[in-house]
């Protein structure tokens, strides 16, 4: 099972931009899909974005599109969130996690799809 770690998040301002990275170990990470999710107090951990194992799909939640961007380099087994334009309804810890590369990236994956996780980095817009 992979190892994931998320880092990069902090407080920003409203409009500011924060990158988040998780960096994968335990084995190669280059066929999983991968993943971000965020959760916010008092609601469900819902998709944010996931991109395919070689990179050549994305998906992104209605929320995320046009202001973040998912990247990936396996060659450093480390998956990154781009995130632009920050709202203060972006507050949330965010997660990284990894999927088999069978899971279809355009279907937008639930949660349950993905078997490994990292503990999450929080993330604070103030307005």
């Known amino acids: 099972q992979v190892q994931l770690v998320e880092s990069g998040g902090g407080l920003v301002q409203a409009g500011g931009s924060l990158r988040l990275s998780c960096a994968a170990s335990?084995?190669?990470?280059?066929?999983?899909?991968m993943g971000w999710f965020r959760q916010a107090p008092g609601k469900e951990r819902e998709f944010v974005a996931a991109?395919?194992?070689?990179?050549?799909?994305?998906n992104y939640a209605n929320s995320a599109k046009g202001r973040f961007t998912i990247s990936r380099d396996n060659a450093k087994n480390t998956v990154y969130l781009q995130m632009n334009s920050l709202k203060p309804e972006d507050t949330a810890v965010y997660y990284c996690?990894?999927?088999?590369?069978?899971?279809?990236?355009?279907?937008?994956?639930?949660?349950?799809?993905?078997?490994?996780w990292g503990q999450g980095t929080q993330v604070t817009v103030s307005s």
């Open positions: 991109i395919s194992w070689s990179a050549d799909i994305t």
């Open positions: 996690a990894a999927a088999p590369r069978t899971i279809l990236v355009v279907a937008t994956p639930p949660a349950s799809a993905f078997r490994s």
């Open positions: 335990g084995r190669t990470f280059s066929s999983d899909v």
